[in-house]
C-alpha cells in the first residue's frame, strides 16, 4: 500500500483529502503545519508528499525547499496545491523541484487522477 | 473633445471676410492670444481638457491651462519639452505608432496613456490625437485628452475586490463540494435514493457556483488588463475541428448534428489557442443549449485581411429586445426553469473581450424561433505583422522589470539556392517543421519561434544575452540532429545569431531593422 503525507493547515480540507485518498486504497499521514511536516516526511518516508502552497508559518514553497534539500527526502514526489492563477505557478514551482501542481478548487476525480500520475511517474 | 475641426482650416491660405476676423479675434482675445500666432486659444483656454500641440518629432509648441495645471509645467518650460517627456516610457512606444499613424492619412485617433507631470506625478489620460496642416503639409500635431485616473482606480478597485472574494469563497466551496461528494458516494456508510436525489442537487449547485467564481474572477481579470494573451500561429480549422469533436456526444444525445463548413481547408492564424478554443467552447455549448432540433453550423471563411467563424444554430432564437444585452455581464434570457444545465450569464461577455483581446470584433444576430448566429473576426496577419506583434508583445513583457528581450535569428544559408534544388514547396515544408521543432524545445510558456519567409526568430523575453547564447546553443544541436536525419536536407546549413533588447536596439523598428539586414 502506497504512503501518501499531506500537508495542509486547513485540518477540514485535510480530513476531506485524507478519507477520499483512504477509501482509495492510500496509507495516509496527515501534519498541519510545515514543521510538523517536515519532521513526519522524515520520519515515515511516504512515496509522496501533497502540500499546500498557503499556509501560516512556514509556507508550502519553504517545505518544498527544505525537502529537496535534505538527501533523505529530496527524491520523494511533491505534488502541491495552489489557488493562484495556473502558468505562473506551475513554472515555479517545477523549478523548486515540485513533480505537478493542483489547482483550488479540484475535485477528487482529479485528485486521484494526479496522484496516481504522479505515483507511476516515479522510478 | 476633439480640437475645433474649424481651427485647422484657418492657415493663412484660407482669407475669410474681415469682418468675420476681426470678430473671431475679439472673441479670442479675451481668453489669450490671437488667432494665427499659437494653436490654443479661445475654447481651449476655457476647457478643463489637457490641450496640446506638439510638432511631429515631439517638440511641444503649445498647450492650454488645463494642460500646465495638471501636469505642473508652466509655459517657460515649453521650449525644452518633447510630448515623449509627457508619456510614460511604457506608453511611448504606442505613442509613437498613433502619431505616425495620424500623420500619414489624417485620421484622428483615440489614445490611452500614462501622462507623468514635473514632480513625477502619474495621471491616467485618454483622449484624441489630430493632424494639422499648413500650406497642404503635415506640420503639427494636437492631442486632447482628459485625466481619468480616478476611473481607472475605480475600476482597479472593483477588480481587487471581485477576485478578493472569488479566492475567499474557493477554499469553503471546496469543502462543502467534497464534504457532500463523499456522503453522496457514500464514503461515511448507505445512504437510501431519495437522499442521494437531494445531495445530488446540492452538488450541482455548488457546482455552478464554483463556475460563476471562475468566470468573475476571468471578467475581472480581463477588465482588469491582467489578462496576458500567449499568441501562437495555429490552424485555426484545425482548432474548430477539435472543439467540434468534443461536443459530438452531447450533440448525439439531443439528436443534433454538428455540421463543419471550413473553406479552405486549413487557415493559418494568430491566436492564443487555449483563450480561442474557450470562445468556441462556449459558442458551441449556448447553440447545443438552445437547440431541440435541426443543427448546429461552424463556418469558417477568409474575408479581406479576417478570418470570419460562425457559429449558428437552429434553435428558439433570442428576442429582439434582448440582443442588445447579449453582452453584458449576468444578461440570460429564454432560459427554461428547472435545475441542470444553467448557465452563468458571463460566458458571451467574458467570449467579447477576449475576441476583443485579440483585436478582433463579435456579433450575434437572431431570428426567434429560427436561430441564432454567433460571428466572430480575428485578423489575419502576414509573417512581418506576425512577427511584429509578437515582439512587442514580447517587449510589454520586459518592461518594468530590468531584465532584456533577447531574439535568436537562425539564417537558412543560400536560400535562393535550396529552393532551386529541392523545390518552394520542400524547403517551406522544412521550414515549417524547423519552427515547430524550435517551439517543442523552448522551455517556457512566454518563449515563442516564429519564420520568416527565410529565417526563423526566437522570442526569449527577461533573458540576458548569455542565457540567449546557451539556448542558441541547444537549438542549433536539435535543429542539426533534425537536418541530420533526412537524406535530402542534408544540404541545409543554419546560421545563429542573437540580438539584445534594449542594449542594441531600442526601439521596434530599431529591432526589425537588425533583424532583417
Known sequence: ?123 | MTINPKMKKRSPKQPRSKKKAARLRRLAEPYGKPFGEKQCHGFCRLTSDMIQVFKVEGALLDANPAWYQALGYKEKDIPQLSVFNVIHPRDRKEAEDVFIAVLRDGKPRKFQATFIGKSGKELKVEGAVSRFLHQGRPFALSGVFHDVTRYKHYDQLKGEFISTVSHELRTPLTVIREGISQIRDELLGPVPDNQKAFLDMVLQNSDRLGRIIEELLDVSRLEGGQVNLHRRRCDLVEVAREVAKDFKPIAQRKKLEILADFMPDAIEIYIDRDKIVQVLNHLIHNALKFTDKGHIKIHLRIREGFVECKVSDTGKGIAAKDLPHAFQNFSQFERMAGPGDRGTGLGLSICKKLIELHHGRIKIESVPSKGTTATFLLPQYNHREYFKAAIREAIGRCEGKESPLSVIIFDILDFEALEKKLGVRYVERIVLKMEKIINEALRRVVDVAIKDAKAIMVLLPETSRESAFTALGRISQILEDYLARDQKTLGIEVHGNVVCFPQEAKTLEEILDRIYS
Do not use: W
Open chain 1, 1 to 123: 500500500m502506497k504512503k501518501i503525507l499531506i500537508i495542509d493547515d486547513e485540518s477540514q480540507i485535510l480530513l476531506l483529502s485524507s478519507n477520499r485518498l483512504r477509501v482509495n486504497g492510500y496509507a495516509v499521514i496527515t501534519a498541519s503545519s510545515g514543521e510538523q511536516g517536515l519532521e513526519k516526511a522524515k520520519k515515515e518516508m511516504p512515496d509522496l508528499i501533497l502540500l499546500d502552497q498557503v499556509m501560516l508559518g512556514m509556507d508550502g514553497g519553504e517545505v518544498l525547499d527544505h525537502l529537496k534539500k535534505d538527501p533523505l527526502t529530496k527524491l520523494i514526489p511533491v505534488l502541491m496545491f495552489t489557488a493562484d492563477v495556473k502558468e505562473v505557478k506551475v513554472g515555479e514551482a517545477q523549478k523548486r523541484g515540485a513533480a505537478d501542481c493542483l489547482f483550488k478548487p479540484f475535485s477528487s476525480e482529479e485528485l486521484l487522477d494526479k496522484v496516481k500520475e504522479v505515483l507511476n511517474k516515479k522510478p
